[in-house]
């Protein structure tokens, strides 16, 4: 049973687009929800990260909405440049850490 | 943010040998790693959980005898290979969560890519 559920599976959008990756989950107990950015040949680096205090949080152009009572939260990126190109996942963790639940990715590519 | 080396980055070894690889926390102390296996254009597949000073806790269907892992301390997991095979060609990461502070943030490492001929 896929804990995080992740979409859409790909995603294409012009320079200065603003794309959005979206995942839903279902346990209620996770308390921890970041999410990362992976080039290729490479490992994940963690971009940004919410808990469920707090409806939305934004470093730089990235934004995470989260909304608790849906269960769901979305990762959007403002002004995407061809660097933002590559695979987002995101997670979602509960018990301190020592579990962490990853969506099924999103590969993005910006067009120039 | 903390920093998680592993180390090969790349490894190719013939078939029926052991490979090693390294996952070291820099400046951080880790009471948990994990290991993941990723196929390409997949995603991150975990292997085993591991806390320092005890068993790791394997995932259903990898083999424990096959992939060692080591926690021997709070910065320093390996993962061994053993009597590799073609098949386990793949791209390994770990990942490393901080003992205090910082709770729930995970961190991972660059990734080995290994080939098995």
């Known amino acids: 049973q896929q804990q995080v559920k992740q979409s859409p599976q790909s995603l294409i959008v012009q320079k200065g687009g603003i794309p959005i990756i979206n995942c839903a989950y279902e346990?209620?107990?996770?308390?921890?929800f970041p999410w990362y950015q992976q080039f290729p040949g490479k490992g994940p680096a963690l971009l940004i990260a919410i808990r469920p205090d707090v409806s939305e949080k934004k470093e730089g152009r990235f934004t995470i909405s989260f909304n608790k009572s849906a269960k769901q939260f979305s990762l959007h990126i403002m002004d995407s440049q061809p660097g933002d190109s590559a695979t987002y996942f995101c997670?979602?963790?509960?018990?301190?850490?020592?579990?962490?639940?990853f969506g099924t990715g999103t590969s993005l590519t910006v067009i120039p | 943010g903390a920093v998680v080396s592993q180390h090969p980055s790349r490894v190719i070894c013939k078939s029926g040998t052991s490979v090693k690889i390294e996952c070291r926390s820099l400046?951080?102390?880790?009471?948990?790693m994990f290991w993941y296996r990723q196929f390409p254009k997949q995603s991150l597949m975990l292997m085993a959980t591991s806390n320092e000073g005890s068993k790791a806790t394997y995932e259903q269907g990898v083999e424990k005898d096959k992939f060692l892992i080591n926690h021997a301390s709070l910065t320093l997991s390996t993962l061994t290979v053993t009597s590799a095979h073609p098949e386990d060609s793949s791209f390994y990461i770990c990942?490393?969560?901080?003992?205090?502070?910082?709770?729930?943030?995970?961190?991972f490492g660059e990734g080995s890519r290994l080939t098995v001929l």
């Open positions: 990942s490393a969560t901080p003992f205090e502070g910082r709770t729930g943030e995970l961190f």
């Open positions: 400046d951080f102390q880790a009471t948990t």
């Open positions: 346990n209620t107990a996770f308390d921890y």
């Open positions: 997670a979602a963790s509960s018990n301190n850490g020592n579990q962490f639940y």
